[in-house]
């Protein structure tokens, strides 16, 4: 649910600000209304600082740390300065070593030539040339032609030394080198420095991840505060000759007696009030325990509107059912499970929700699996001894199952957007919606009823229809003339009755995604079976291949599991629930 919130307008003495603000953040309800977008020097660099620290917190959580981070009273800026030099150097002797790895294999069929002798024999006019050619190309006349030697033979390539005497050229047909400026024994040397020199700053990084961490998080939080005070003053308007400052903002509604004991206590002048049209109140949910687990999900696409239901509660079973339905396989979902509940006993504490919800999802496959009878790959239904065959369904059954959801969850959508519309505008808002809950209604009727021999009067089941297609058509856009409204009405209902039918059929990748997940499980289980002989050995291949191959599929069952709920939960589940979204997260003025 969405928490109700009050605006409130606070009018304080220019001498008294400062100590009202320290206290209002001390306090952190309120969340600020931005009135100055623009921002002085002073807080862009404040801001810029955080970011720095951010990055470096980034990239020291990343390093491999086997202590517990410890406090140090060095100053964090400076870390992060230290930090970003040494990242520099990294990346300039990266860039050195790409260049001197080539040098020494430019430098290596050569040996370790002295460039000083080149300048020795340049000052008798006498300069060195350097030739390479192919092992087969090789013209042993060239040496009764010129003054050569072979230096070296690797891999097929003939490496010759030259002396040419003045400007006589040295003309053999081979391709003539430039060596490195350093010798090779020095190129070497310089390669070993670096190295030892890059494992050296990998060694301070490791330091750091264990020393600065705290550090870092506490300069932060401090600039934090500091940045937030300073956009507090940014967005306070001066009134009276800059005598009076002006700060509006919001409040949860249950913070509402802490904040005016605080403003009574300081003899603070204030107005409260409702959210009102147009206002662009900020969002803050408040769900159980298992439906809070949800928001990060919801998070991915949008916050509510504040005038709109929070949709998290009502997408969560679903999105736990399709998860389980896509992966489908009871194994696996033990596997999710029982991972998840060993790795959540000494996770971070900011993971452990993530792992809580991989738990439910996990149980959720179980679930799915024992329905759609799979296990590893295994059918079930071919297991004489399993005792739950009466629950297996074959492939058809689960994909009218996968429609079956499908329409249930649209369904259930109508009414979430009827709520909503009552809730935004009024009764006579959601009569169009209810109409076409009415008009399902009564088609399930005319459908279900004669099946089960029940009949009913033709006359109460036209009613039904003749009344919700009223509903549907005159109260389609209560702001118009009926007529008018009447138009609209059939517009969107040709709009609405096709889509609901391509809707529908989106449900069916369910289906298509635990049978995809079946199938390969049963695939990987054929291969490996083939391996197994008489022999012990035989076991290995056939163990590697389970491994390999199921914790594939499980990788790419659940990948699938994933964004595929998701898009139906934003695509069809949201279009029928008439969700806004657009929301504002609150983020309270605070330390």
């Given at each position: 649910?969405?928490?109700?919130?009050?605006?409130?307008?606070?009018?304080?003495?220019?001498?008294?600000?400062?100590?009202?603000?320290?206290?209002?953040?001390?306090?952190?309800?309120?969340?600020?209304?931005?009135?100055?977008?623009?921002?002085?020097?002073?807080?862009?660099?404040?801001?810029?600082?955080?970011?720095?620290?951010?990055?470096?917190?980034?990239?020291?959580?990343?390093?491999?740390?086997?202590?517990?981070?410890?406090?140090?009273?060095?100053?964090?800026?400076?870390?992060?300065?230290?930090?970003?030099?040494?990242?520099?150097?990294?990346?300039?002797?990266?860039?050195?070593?790409?260049?001197?790895?080539?040098?020494?294999?430019?430098?290596?069929?050569?040996?370790?030539?002295?460039?000083?002798?080149?300048?020795?024999?340049?000052?008798?006019?006498?300069?060195?040339?350097?030739?390479?050619?192919?092992e087969k190309k090789f013209n042993p006349d060239w040496k009764e032609k010129y003054p050569i030697e072979i230096v070296n033979t690797i891999d097929?390539?003939?490496?010759?030394?030259?002396?040419?005497?003045?400007?006589?050229?040295?003309?053999?047909?081979?391709?003539?080198?430039?060596?490195?400026?350093?010798?090779?024994?020095?190129?070497?040397?310089?390669?070993?420095?670096?190295?030892?020199?890059?494992?050296?700053i990998e060694k301070t990084f490791d330091e750091y991840a264990i020393k600065y961490q705290e550090n870092l998080k506490e300069t932060r939080q401090k600039l934090q505060e500091k940045t937030d005070f300073e956009l507090a003053i940014n967005h306070t308007e001066k009134q009276a000759e800059e005598k009076v400052m002006l700060l509006e903002g919001w409040i949860p509604v249950e913070t509402k007696e802490d904040l005016e004991k605080m403003l009574e206590e300081r003899n603070v002048y204030f107005i409260s009030s409702q959210p009102a049209e147009g206002d662009n109140v900020p969002i803050k949910l408040k769900n159980n325990n298992f439906s809070k687990l949800f928001e990060p999900i919801g998070d991915l696409f949008s916050l509510p509107d504040y005038k709109e239901l929070d949709l998290t509660p009502f997408f969560a079973p679903f999105f736990m059912l399709f998860f389980g339905f896509c992966v489908g396989d009871t194994g696996y979902g033990l596997l999710i499970l029982i991972a998840t509940l060993i790795f959540r006993r000494k996770a971070n504490p900011k993971l452990k929700p993530m792992l809580t919800l991989a738990s439910y999802l996990g149980a959720a496959t179980i679930i799915m699996g024992f329905i759609s009878g799979t296990f590893f790959g295994i059918e079930l239904v071919n297991v004489e001894t399993y005792p739950l065959k009466q629950i297996i369904l074959d492939p058809l059954k689960l994909f009218w199952l996968s429609i079956a959801i499908g329409g249930l969850q649209i369904f259930y959508g109508m009414f979430i957007k009827a709520a909503n519309q009552i809730k935004q505008g009024g009764f006579k808002y959601g009569l169009s919606t209810i109409g076409w809950i009415l008009m399902?209604?009564?088609?399930?009727?005319?459908?279900?009823?004669?099946?089960?021999?029940?009949?009913?009067?033709?006359?109460?089941?036209?009613?039904?229809?003749?009344?919700?297609?009223?509903?549907?058509?005159?109260?389609?856009?209560?702001?118009?003339?009926?007529?008018?409204?009447?138009?609209?009405?059939?517009?969107?209902?040709?709009?609405?009755?096709?889509?609901?039918?391509?809707?529908?059929?989106?449900?069916?990748?369910?289906?298509?995604?635990?049978?995809?997940?079946?199938?390969?499980?049963?695939?990987?289980?054929?291969?490996?079976?083939?391996?197994?002989?008489?022999?012990?050995?035989?076991?290995?291949?056939?163990?590697?291949?389970?491994?390999?191959?199921?914790?594939?599929?499980?990788?790419?069952?659940?990948?699938?599991?994933?964004?595929?709920?998701?898009?139906?939960?934003?695509?069809?589940?949201?279009?029928?629930?008439?969700?806004?979204?657009?929301?504002?997260?609150?983020?309270?003025?605070?330390?």
């Open positions: 649910m969405i928490i109700p919130m009050l605006k409130y307008s606070f009018l304080i003495y220019h001498k008294e600000y400062v100590p009202f603000l320290e206290k209002l953040q001390e306090l952190g309800v309120l969340h600020i209304i931005e009135k100055n977008k623009d921002v002085d020097e002073n807080i862009k660099i404040s801001l810029y600082q955080i970011s720095e620290i951010n990055k470096a917190l980034k990239f020291l959580s990343k390093r491999n740390q086997e202590e517990t981070p410890e406090k140090s009273d060095m100053d964090g800026l400076g870390m992060v300065e230290t930090i970003k030099n040494l990242t520099d150097e990294i990346n300039l002797i990266e860039q050195e070593q790409m260049s001197l790895s080539k040098d020494i294999q430019k430098a290596l069929p050569w040996g370790d030539f002295d460039q000083n002798l080149q300048e020795k024999f340049a000052e008798k006019h006498i300069y060195l040339k350097y030739f390479v050619c192919s097929g390539f003939t490496y010759i030394l030259a002396l040419q005497h003045g400007a006589n050229p040295i003309d053999i047909d081979a391709e003539e080198v430039k060596l490195p400026d350093l010798k090779l024994s020095e190129l070497l040397e310089k390669d070993k420095s670096n190295k030892e020199r890059l494992e050296e399902v209604i009564s088609g399930a009727i005319s459908i279900v009823f004669p099946m089960m021999d029940i009949v009913l009067p033709k006359i109460i089941i036209n009613g039904l229809f003749i009344i919700s297609g009223a509903l549907i058509l005159i109260f389609s856009n209560p702001d118009i003339n009926v007529f008018a409204s009447i138009g609209s009405g059939v517009y969107d209902a040709y709009n609405m009755i096709t889509g609901i039918f391509g809707d529908l059929l989106s449900y069916i990748r369910l289906f298509a995604l635990g049978i995809s997940s079946a199938i390969l499980g049963l695939v990987f289980n054929q291969i490996a079976a083939q391996f197994l002989g008489g022999s012990f050995f035989s076991y290995i291949p056939f163990i590697i291949i389970l491994l390999i191959g199921h914790g594939l599929n499980i990788f790419l069952a659940s990948l699938g599991a994933f964004v595929h709920p998701l898009r139906l939960t934003f695509v069809e589940f949201y279009k029928n629930a008439g969700f806004v979204g657009g929301g504002k997260q609150y983020k309270p003025f605070s330390k």
